[in-house]
């Protein structure tokens, strides 16, 4: 439990440095921010069912789709820190342009991921609950330097979360995200091939939809290879 504490004070620093300066970016939001209600059903063409043995949208395409920024910009309005000066959608948009996966489980929650174009270190995945009331969820999958996590070592990632509604109930030690998602989540970040080596998922943030950001632990979201 100390390690732990420890762990979160020294992040916890510094991502009130961070959300200090993101702060003069983002509008501050009365009370809870949600996404409008959407019709997603054009989604369904560009994804594959689960466990069907496609991939789904191959190519790409829901990604180019017009209908999927705008989309995105709907949803999710936190700040991003760790992808240059892009908008949070432009972000997501960017971790995506690689395509992997997108399909669709239970006729109800889709998930797309991919990563950067010529840097696939670092990547993205996007789920979203399509019945209501919708939410999105986005992460982003961000290679460290050990120079900044110096017992990491260069296999460490940074999840950064941003989700399209506030979460109540919420702390450190529990992050009340929907199990759907944590299940996709998992099964993501397990997608590894036999010749690479496993990530480390050494720390992760939470942006709620306000700008908020809080730091939380990685085997609070069910994954397994952390290293304390």
Not at 23 to 48: C, F, H, I
Not at 82 to 109: C, E, I, M
Not at 171 to 183: A, C, G, N, Q, R
Request: negative net charge.
């Amino acid at each position: 439990m100390t390690s732990r504490l420890l762990t979160l004070a020294a992040t916890s620093t510094l991502l009130c440095t961070l959300c200090a300066a993101a702060q003069s970016n983002v509008r501050p939001a009365a009370g809870k921010v949600t996404a409008s209600t959407q019709d997603l059903s054009w989604l369904r063409k560009y994804t594959a069912e689960a466990d069907s043995g496609s991939d789904g949208d191959e190519n790409g395409m829901v990604i180019g789709d017009k209908r999927f920024r705008p989309m995105v910009a709907r949803f999710l309005h936190g700040p991003q820190l760790f992808w240059g000066h892009l908008t949070l959608a432009d972000a997501v948009v960017n971790f995506l342009s690689v395509p992997g996966k997108a399909v669709v489980t239970q006729s109800r929650y889709i998930t797309t991921n991919g990563c950067v174009p010529h840097y696939c270190q670092d990547q993205g995945f996007l789920w979203i609950d399509t019945k209501l009331p919708q939410q999105m969820i986005f992460v982003a999958k961000v290679g460290m330097h050990s120079k900044t996590q110096k017992t990491a070592g260069p296999q460490a990632y940074h999840l950064w979360i941003f989700c399209s509604t506030h979460i109540d109930d919420y702390d450190v030690y529990e992050l009340k995200l929907p199990t759907p998602f944590l299940s996709s989540l998992q099964q993501w970040l397990a997608e590894r091939g036999s010749d690479e080596k496993p990530d480390t998922i050494d720390s992760a943030s939470f942006v709620q939809p306000d700008g908020q950001i809080s730091p939380i632990f990685p085997s609070d979201l069910q994954i397994a290879n952390v290293q304390h």
